[in-house]
């Protein structure tokens, strides 16, 4: 299956895709991952998006998609991929449509997470981070790890992201809200669009969001 997983910051997008990508055997392509990997590895890509992401703006068009390109083009995504925070804006949905045409592909579906804004703040105030893996994600009330301040899965040191702090939240919110919410219009456009409520345990949401999958495969 090839699917986009969309939704505000702290929707649990992340959270839910491990899961997902898990159940439905097709790798987790996160574009913010790719990007904190590169900032890690100190590359210019990095460098360049950092200073974007620090101030809960978008990194620019040109160097997003040639890096979402370039991931979905290796051999484990060649069968399927589920997109987490790709395409955010209708710039990269129309480029991402582009390419799938020329290799004669389309998307399934595009999982559309709602959350309030209230309860976004709330959940990324409280988000930890693996060092080691990004993919482990903790929170310091509704998933805390054993151990505080370290990673249940590896040991690895917790920590939270540099654009976790409110004042960039409430601004990725804004961004979410003016250049990425149109994509769900784009995508209803082209009958692809689940939503789905993403308050609950995170166990309540995975199996929301395999059900809607399903009831839309069998479509
Ligand atoms: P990105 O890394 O994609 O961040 P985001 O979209 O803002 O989403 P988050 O990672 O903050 O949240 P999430 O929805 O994954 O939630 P999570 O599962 O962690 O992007 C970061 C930046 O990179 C962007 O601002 C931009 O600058 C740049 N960027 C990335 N892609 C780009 C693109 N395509 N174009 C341009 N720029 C781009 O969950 C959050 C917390 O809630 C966790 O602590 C978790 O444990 C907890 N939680 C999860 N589910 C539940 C639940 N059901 N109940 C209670 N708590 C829960």
């Not at 893996?133 to 249940?152: F, I």
Request: hydrophobic share 35%; net charge negative; aromatic share 6%.
């Amino acid at each position: 299956m090839r699917i986009v997983l969309v939704g505000p910051p702290g929707a649990g997008k992340g959270t839910q895709a491990a899961f997902l990508a898990k159940n439905l055997s097709i790798p987790h392509i996160s574009t913010g991952d790719l990007f904190r990997a590169n900032i890690s590895r100190q590359t210019e890509l990095g460098k360049l998006a950092k200073s974007y992401m620090d101030a809960g703006n978008l990194v620019p068009d040109e160097v997003t998609i040639a890096m979402a390109k370039d991931r979905m083009e290796q051999p484990d995504a060649l069968g399927g991929f589920l997109l987490d925070g790709f395409p955010r804006n209708v710039s990269q949905a129309e480029a991402l449509d582009e390419m799938l045409k020329t290799e004669g592909l389309k998307l399934d579906a595009v999982l559309d997470l709602e959350v309030p804004d209230e309860e976004v703040v709330k959940r990324i105030a409280g988000r930890r981070i693996c060092r080691n893996d990004s993919s482990h994600v903790y929170h310091v009330s509704y998933k805390a790890p054993a151990q505080e301040g370290l990673c249940d899965e590896c040991g690895g040191e917790l920590y939270q992201r540099d654009d976790d702090a409110e004042d960039t939240v409430r601004k990725r919110l804004e961004v979410y809200h003016t250049q990425t919410e149109p994509i769900i219009d784009y995508y209803k456009g082209q009958d692809l669009v689940v939503t789905i409520s993403a308050l609950g345990k995170v166990d309540e949401v995975t199996q929301r969001a395999m059900e809607a999958l399903k009831r839309e495969g069998d479509e």
